[in-house]
Structure formats: C-alpha cells, structure tokens
Nanobody, 122 residues
C-alpha cells in the first residue's frame, strides 16, 4: 500500500525557515509529478509548488523567490524549503502525487498526504 506522509511543519516566526518533507512509503518504483498545496482557515486549497519527474519546477507567485521544491528519488521524498516566511504562509500544507508506480507495476493515481500544520507568527 502506498502512502504519502508529510512532516516538518511547526511554529516559526516571520522571516524564519522551515523544510517540509513528503515521503512516499511502500514498494515504490517511480513517482511522477508532485505538488505542494496549502489551505488556510476559511480559504480554498491553493497550489504552492510543482516538481515533475524531470525536475522541472513551478511556483505560485506568492512564494516565488522564497520557497524551493526539490526531490530525492532514492528516498522517494519531495521537499519544500520555505524561507523568509510570512504570517500569510500559515496553513495546512499537503503534498499530492499524480502518479505512483509500485514495484509490482501497479499505478496509483492522485495520492494525498494527511497534511502538516505550518504557523508563522508576526
């Protein structure tokens, strides 16, 4: 069974840094595109950053120049480095993988983690 597990959230002061991890557990052969989303209280979930299997990246305007998405395929893990954080970055952060292929060549689509809380104090 494939699962995505986020970690690394917490409380940080404005201007601080956090690094989130999204680790895929199970017998993984490959992971395609992974996206980080966030949802603040009372707001819709929004896309934060994307990384493809070829390491192409894309960012929401609100985080460009501050956040960096990266991946370690050997560890089946995607990271979100968050620098110069602002109170408006406060949200629950979720990772999503559009396609995961297992060692038995099963295809798992649209996997979501459980989320990790990030709180930035002013």
């Amino acid at each position: 069974q494939v699962q995505l597990v986020e970690s690394g959230g917490g409380l940080v002061q404005a201007g601080g840094t956090l690094r989130l991890s999204c680790a895929a557990s199970g017998r993984i052969f490959s992971i395609n595109t992974v996206r980080w989303y966030r949802q603040a209280p009372g707001k819709q979930r929004e896309l934060v950053a994307t990384i493809t299997s070829g390491n192409n990246t894309n960012y929401a305007d609100a985080v460009k120049g501050r956040f960096t998405i990266s991946r370690d395929n050997a560890k089946n893990t995607v990271y979100l480095q968050m620098n110069s954080m602002k109170p408006e970055d406060t949200a629950v952060y979720y990772c999503n993988a559009d396609k995961i292929i297992t060692m038995s060549r099963s295809l798992v689509v649209n996997s979501w983690g459980q989320g990790t809380q990030v709180t930035v104090s002013s």
